[in-house]
Structure formats: structure tokens, C-alpha cells
């Protein structure tokens, strides 16, 4: 083979390793979105929960109240102080598990990402040598 030969090798090489590096940028960019769309879902349900929350015990007092009875002592205290527990507990454990599924989402695409700068590196060396094969006693 000539030079044009390895000029076309190296430029495939090129061209193939290019490819692989943005294919690994563009799976990184999907895990990225992927992550905030976790955040955004966790925080708007931790505003729902907060919101279900404050209406229930409204109801609530509002039921003690129209039976005649004092909210700030005694079960009516207890079950509204429960309630706050409640909802407090699950508000935490929607946080949590949110913040589990966005950190698998951000370890993903920081795997992804390294993999295809692994094959990108790959891409390359491998073209190099098929580019040095082609063009020996041409080009050095």
C-alpha cells in the first residue's frame, strides 16, 4: 500500500474515533438530564406530599373544631402532631430514593462517558497501527 493508503487509514481512524468520543459526550449529556428530571420529579412530589399534608390536618382541626373540641391538648393534639410525623417520615424517604435514582443516573453516565473515551483511545491506537502498517517504507 502507498501513502494514500495510510492517509485514508489515519483519517477513517480519525473520523471513527471522533465518532466515539462524541457518542460518549452524548450519552453522558442523556445521563445528566436523566438526573434532573429525578430531581425535578422528587421535589415536585415532596411539594405534593407537603401540600396533602397541610390540607389533611386542616381537615382535621377543622373536624375537633366543629366537634367542640380543644386542638392544642389531649388526642386531637396527638393525632395532628401524628399526622405531621407522618408525612415528615415519607417526605424523607421520597428525598432518599431520589437521591438514589439521580446518583445511579449521575454513575451511569460517568461510566458511559469513560467508556467511550476508552473506546475513542482504542479507536485511535488501533488506527495508528493500521496507519503505520499502510503506510511502512512509504511515509517513515
Known sequence: MGATAAIATGAAAL???GSA??????S???AEDQEREIKRRTKKEQERLAEEKEALKGRQRA??????MDIRKGTPLAVIEETERIYREE???VGKRGRYASNIAKREGRDLWTTG????AGTLL???ARTYQAGRGHLW
Open 15 to 17: 473520523i471513527g474515533a
Open 21 to 26: 468520543a462524541y457518542s460518549a459526550h452524548k
Open 28 to 30: 453522558k449529556e442523556r
Open 63 to 68: 373536624a375537633y373544631a366543629a366537634a367542640g
Open 91 to 93: 417526605h424523607k424517604e
Open 117 to 120: 473515551m476508552f473506546d475513542t
Open 126 to 128: 488501533g488506527g495508528a
